[in-house]
């Protein structure tokens, strides 16, 4: 779900906000951050899986 929402902001946002929001890897964190996950979800083994799936040229 992560993946899903931060490629849709990287095709629909402008560049410049996407480069103010950290790239896709501080997009990845903020939208972990605004969802209500399950409580054994973290950054290690949630986020941390996501941000290391995507191109390395654009985290």
């Known amino acids: 779900m992560i993946a899903k929402a ?4 990287v095709d629909a946002a ?3 906000a ?3 929001a950290g790239g896709q890897a501080g997009l ?3 939208v972990f951050r605004k969802l ?5 979800a973290n ?3 949630t986020l ?3 941000v290391a ?4 040229a654009n985290r």
């Open 6 to 9: 931060v490629q849709r902001a």
């Open 18 to 20: 996407l480069e103010a």
């Open 53 to 56: 799936r995507l191109p390395a």
């Open 48 to 50: 941390a899986p996501v």
């Open 36 to 40: 209500s996950l399950e409580d054994g």
């Open 28 to 30: 990845a964190e903020i």
């Open 14 to 16: 402008p560049a410049k």
């Open 43 to 45: 950054e290690g083994n």
